[in-house]
């Protein structure tokens, strides 16, 4: 069982920069893979970034590629993401999940845990 809460989120301009946080409640943070995943109104839920448990292995959405970046730190059980470069098209809901399968996949479905989500609005 792990417990999800993120938060960083905020109103930037076009071209600004936010960072996310996600705080994870766990014993056993090293044993999840982590990823942030995006929900605009009236859209699906979309992959945006993974990190493997060591956090040696990254992934993200081809849309954010080159202006995200994610990280974790396991000593205090913390999953960040670095936006730079914002576009309107980033505004949505942010969510962290967490998969205890060190397999790597993009679909929400297959991650058990989530957090409450933090709003991101990019105003052109």
């Not at 076009?14 to 014993?27: E, Q, V």
């Not at 929900?39 to 080159?66: C, H, L, M, N």
Request: glycine share 10%; with cysteine.
């Amino acid at each position: 069982q792990v417990q999800l809460v993120e938060s960083g989120g905020g109103l930037v301009h076009s071209g600004g920069s936010l960072t996310l946080s996600c705080a994870a409640t766990t014993r056993t943070f090293t044993t999840y893979a982590m990823a942030w995943f995006r929900q605009a109104p009236g859209k699906e839920r979309d992959f945006v970034a993974g990190i493997s448990w060591s956090g040696g292995r990254t992934y993200y959405a081809d849309s954010v590629k080159g202006r995200f970046t994610v990280s974790r730190d396991n000593a205090k059980n913390t999953v960040t993401l670095q936006m730079n470069s914002l576009k309107p098209e980033d505004t949505a809901v942010y969510y962290c999940a967490a998969r205890p399968i060190v397999v790597h996949t993009t679909t929400p479905r297959e991650y058990p845990y989530w957090g409450q989500g933090t709003q991101v609005t990019v105003s052109s």
